[in-house]
């Protein structure tokens, strides 16, 4: 998706860390999918896009997001989108549906600027332990298996939006006592 198309800001609402609803597990889906499963994942993609180009989240007052899970929307459906900027304003898009972790590496990772939430609209200190590599197996938008390799950033971002799926937050795994414990044990990225 080019970033020049003058793009129109879809309309939806992302629940904030107050809301019990992003505690629920999300369920399992089953294909094919509903239209408007379909059209809200192409509205998350297009919302996703726009939040990272600098003219439209200074325009709309977005804050840039990679992933969002529909529970974040208030449907415990286990679908997350996940939208990469690769490249200035060219982005590559992961539509995870019912994803599952097959493997994982030792090493463990962490953001350095500390990880961000839609749902979260505060800063938060501390670093979340994540997995630098891993595999996934899930469907994607026809029901189709796939699976997939993720490092870095991108792992970041599928262990984010499948705790989501499991209605874990980030800011649960930051330790409340110690924000920073074993900071040395792990690799920032």
Same mark, same amino acid.
């Given at each position: ?26 369920? /399992? ?11 809200? %994942? ?10 990272? %180009? ?16 529909? %529970? ?6 286990? %679908? ?32 350095? /600027? ?76």
């Amino acid at each position: 998706m080019e970033g020049s198309n003058n793009m129109t800001l879809p309309d939806i609402k992302i629940l904030d860390e107050k809301d019990k609803t992003l505690r629920k597990k999300s369920m /399992e889906v089953t294909f094919p999918l509903s239209k408007e499963d379909k059209k809200l %994942i192409n509205d998350v993609i297009t919302y996703l896009t726009m939040s990272q %180009i600098e003219k439209y989240y200074e325009k709309y007052n977005l804050r840039p997001g990679m992933g969002l899970a529909f %529970i974040q929307l208030g449907i415990p459906k286990n %679908i997350f989108v996940i939208v990469e900027e690769v490249d200035k304003e060219k982005f590559e898009n992961y539509v995870v549906i019912n994803p599952k972790l097959i493997s994982h590496s030792e090493e463990l990772i962490y953001v350095g /600027e500390g990880e961000g939430c839609l749902s979260i609209n505060r800063e938060v200190e501390g670093i979340v332990p994540r997995y630098a590599r891993m595999r996934v197996s899930y469907q994607d938008i026809d029901g189709s298996r796939k699976e997939i390799r993720v490092r870095e950033d991108l792992s970041v971002a599928f262990q984010h939006e499948m705790d989501h799926l499991n209605g874990i937050l980030f800011i649960d795994k930051i330790d409340k006592k110690n924000p920073f414990k074993d900071k040395e044990k792990m690799r920032e990225i």
